[in-house]
């Protein structure tokens, strides 16, 4: 277990114990505030984890609300445990069975609501005075795959500008450290997808057209195991260029569930 605290925004973060290809170190989970306290992604459901979050959230006089920013595992997965323990406290999240459903621009409790799609259709970030929790919008190293549903790169593109634009002080991502340095993260990011697009582009120029050859060029720096994530990004970056008109035909597709 491991705890990243930020005193000065009155939030402190417990890394649950499942790191991986996808998970980085592992899951982070935030409180942010205090009587009550508020909870973004209680994380996988592991006593250890569940226990942690529980005794900072007494600690903080009590929880007020569960913020999810999506809906995978390792992020939600919590949410009926940390309930059990604190039954009066309300979620929100921008879909499924919750109290409050979110949209871009709504608060709950100290949290303000921001659409981040891209990694999935339904992915919030959340601002809390100076600082943005993320999710897996903007990881505190490495890059996020994004999943391919219609306008979701150009949309994830957006909200990384929207994101630089709001200029917290401080990011709290899904996996990885806080990062502190925000303006350069999101234009590291920005130009990362934009870089992709331009290594994508200049296979389909020389002729490359299986997914196999499209991802030998435009992701030669991924390793084995993120492959799978790669392709998944491949189908976004593809439907991005179709919907701009610059996608030449006969361009193979990463099936589903790839």
């Not at 000065?8 to 998970?23: E, K, L, Q």
């Not at 992604?41 to 900072?56: I, K, N, Y």
């Not at 919590?78 to 921008?94: D, E, G, I, N, Y």
């Not at 190293?141 to 990384?160: R, T």
Request: aromatic fraction near 6%.
């Amino acid at each position: 277990m491991t705890m990243l605290e930020l005193p000065d925004y009155g939030i402190v973060g417990f890394r649950a114990d499942n790191p991986g290809p996808f998970t980085l170190g592992g899951t982070n989970s935030w409180v942010v505030g205090r009587d009550p306290a508020w909870v973004v992604d209680p994380g996988p459901a592991l006593d250890a984890h569940v226990s942690a979050l529980a005794a900072e959230i007494e600690r903080r006089g009590g929880l007020g609300g569960i913020a999810v920013t999506h809906h995978h595992a390792d992020h939600a997965d919590a949410v009926p445990v940390l309930r059990q323990r604190f039954p009066a406290a309300r979620l929100a999240a921008a879909r499924g069975e919750v109290d409050i459903r979110l949209e871009d621009g709504d608060t709950f409790g100290p949290l303000e609501a921001l659409a981040t799609p891209g990694h999935s259709p339904d992915h919030l970030a959340f601002l809390a005075g100076e600082a943005a929790l993320t999710g897996d919008a903007v990881l505190g190293h490495g890059s996020v795959f994004i999943s391919p549903d219609p306008g979701a790169l150009s949309a994830y593109l957006a909200a990384l500008r929207e994101l630089r634009r709001r200029a917290p002080a401080v990011l709290c991502p899904g996996h990885g450290p806080p990062v502190r340095d925000v303006a350069a993260k999101l234009d590291e990011y920005i130009a990362h997808r934009l870089e992709r697009e331009r290594r994508l582009v200049a296979a389909l120029d020389g002729g490359r057209r299986s997914v196999d050859e499209l991802l030998d060029e435009a992701w030669s720096d991924a390793p084995a195991a993120l492959r799978p994530a790669a392709a998944v990004t491949l189908a976004a970056h593809l439907d991005k260029l179709e919907e701009e008109g610059r996608l030449p035909t006969g361009v193979e597709r990463p099936p589903r569930g790839w």
